[in-house]
């Protein structure tokens, strides 16, 4: 339980202000179809997560117990870090690809979550945690909880939130996951 409880909340967190999040707001404007924009957030999210967990799960098979140690706690530590500069959206993100709202949403997202912090995130989770499903599955509901309201609100949201202080908030929880990581 601690595992989903933490995913998700590190996530929704991190994903606040997150180029992710923009691509929903730019896709919920640029084709008004929100149901299919989140069902393909979704798809785009459990396929990308379930891959980077299952590589965090295999890392800890290959990687000595103290180095994945310290490796892990870097991470959440480097992530601390990354999380209080906000991101922006590139002018190719949202390109469409002529595969519909639904492959169009699910192609973005899932390109744009590579190599992103809450990839990097699931990533050191499922190598902290061990388990597969309540990472993925609090990672996966951390990104729903940052981005329907991106969809279903639009940037009327956006500049009501104090991002400056989400980003500490998230930036404090990575950093003392850090910490207690690397104290063992």
Known sequence: MDALLLSTALVALA????KTQLL??????????????IAGILVA???NH???AALGAWLTSQVPPQVMRWAVGGAFLAMAAWTLIPDQLDDGDAARTGLGVFGTTVVAFFLAEMGDKTQI???ALA???AVLLPVVAGTTLG????????????ERLAHRLPMLAVRRVAALLF?????AVLLG
């Open 24 to 37: 929903a707001f730019v896709l919920a404007a640029r084709f008004r179809r929100p149901w299919t924009i």
């Open 45 to 47: 999210t459990l396929v």
């Open 143 to 154: 990104m729903m909880i940052a981005n329907v309201p991106a969809v279903l609100v639009g």
């Open 121 to 123: 995130a699931t990533v």
């Open 175 to 179: 950093a003392l996951l850090g910490v």
């Open 127 to 129: 190598a902290q945690y």
């Open 50 to 52: 379930a891959l980077a």
């Open 15 to 18: 994903e606040i202000g997150d």
